[in-house]
């Protein structure tokens, strides 16, 4: 079973909802089973690139509230936050553009890295002192971290045309399925999650999608045919 995550790096109810699914995936019987792909979102594109935006004022500005109101409601996360075991910064931290995070995660994505590169992301993000929006060498910092090599990050970053194409194409895919926000989750393309849900939600959602899923259909041919098997592969009989 194949299950799919929108989401982006500066999207805190995605750093929260990814800690909740992985409790619930930890605990499920078919765990071993279970492919995790995390597809690209960008909540917004119009930040500059390789500079970070104090969260706290920019906050404050989009929902025309205080800068004390803005940092209760960062509080209130990371009080969420701190219930699934995650450190989490209230107070000095950045947000930033993060097209170029997705195409490093896309490239780790090939190398088996994906999920190891975006807690990596995260955890620059939203619980440690510096900014993961310094530029370049921040991101190599990151990937080299999460088991990239630097210089395969660094040739990524130089072109900005790797792995585009393919962020791209997740965010249409997002938008047909329906997806306004994240973190999504898409089970096995029948079923679909939105939010940060409780593990109880996710473990559920788990079950009922495996239960649901479409059994193969084996089309037999007019005899049986050759085939390898666990003991081997038979050689053909002789006429």
């Not at 299950?3 to 982006?8: L, Q």
């Not at 690209?40 to 690139?49: I, V, W, Y």
């Not at 990239?148 to 395969?152: F, P, R, S, V």
């Not at 194409?169 to 994240?182: I, K, M, N, S």
């Given at each position: 079973?194949r299950?799919?995550?929108?989401?982006?790096i500066?999207c805190?109810?995605?750093?929260v909802g990814?800690a909740?699914?992985?409790?619930?995936?930890?605990?499920f019987?078919?765990?071993d089973?279970?492919?995790v792909?995390?597809r690209?979102?960008?909540?917004?594109?119009?930040?500059?690139?390789g500079?970070?935006?104090?969260?706290?004022?920019l906050?404050?500005?989009k929902?025309g509230?205080t800068e004390a109101?803005?940092?209760?409601?960062?509080?209130?996360?990371?009080?969420n936050a701190?219930?699934?075991?995650l450190e989490?910064?209230t107070e000095?931290r950045?947000?930033?553009?993060?097209?170029?995070?997705?195409r490093?995660?896309?490239?780790?994505?090939?190398?088996?890295r994906?999920g190891?590169?975006?807690d990596?992301l995260?955890?620059?993000?939203?619980?440690?002192?510096?900014?993961?929006f310094?530029?370049?060498?921040?991101?190599v910092?990151?990937?080299v971290?999460?088991g990239?090599?630097?210089?395969?990050a660094?040739?990524v970053?130089a072109?900005?045309?790797?792995?585009a194409a393919?962020?791209r194409?997740?965010?249409?895919?997002?938008?047909?399925?329906?997806?306004?926000?994240?973190p999504?989750?898409v089970?096995?393309?029948?079923y679909?999650?939105?939010?940060?849900q409780?593990?109880?939600a996710?473990r559920?959602a788990?079950?009922?999608?495996w239960?649901?899923r479409?059994?193969?259909?084996?089309?037999d041919g007019?005899q049986?045919a050759?085939?390898c098997?666990?003991?081997?592969?038979?050689p053909?009989?002789?006429?």
């Open positions: 079973m299950v799919e995550i929108w989401t982006d500066n805190p109810w995605c750093y990814k909740r699914f992985d409790k619930a995936l930890d605990g019987e078919h765990r089973r279970v492919e792909v995390h690209s979102f960008e909540l917004d594109p119009s930040h500059p690139s500079e970070g935006v104090p969260v706290v004022p906050l404050a500005r929902y509230i109101q803005a940092v209760q409601a960062e509080r209130r996360i990371a009080d701190a219930a699934e075991g989490y910064r000095g950045d947000v930033g553009n993060s097209f170029d995070m997705h490093l995660l896309h490239l780790a994505a090939e190398h088996g994906q190891a590169l975006i990596v995260y955890r620059a993000n939203f619980a440690e002192e510096r900014s993961a310094e530029g370049d060498e921040r991101l910092e990151l990937a971290e999460a990239l090599a630097a210089e395969e660094r040739a970053l072109d900005p045309e790797r792995y393919e962020v194409a997740d965010e249409r895919e997002a938008a047909q399925l329906g997806a306004t926000g994240v999504f989750f089970l096995d393309r029948a679909g999650v939105s939010g940060a409780p593990v109880e996710f559920q788990l079950g009922q999608a239960a649901h479409s059994p193969l259909t084996v089309v007019p049986d050759e085939a098997g666990p003991d081997g592969c038979a053909p009989a002789r006429d």
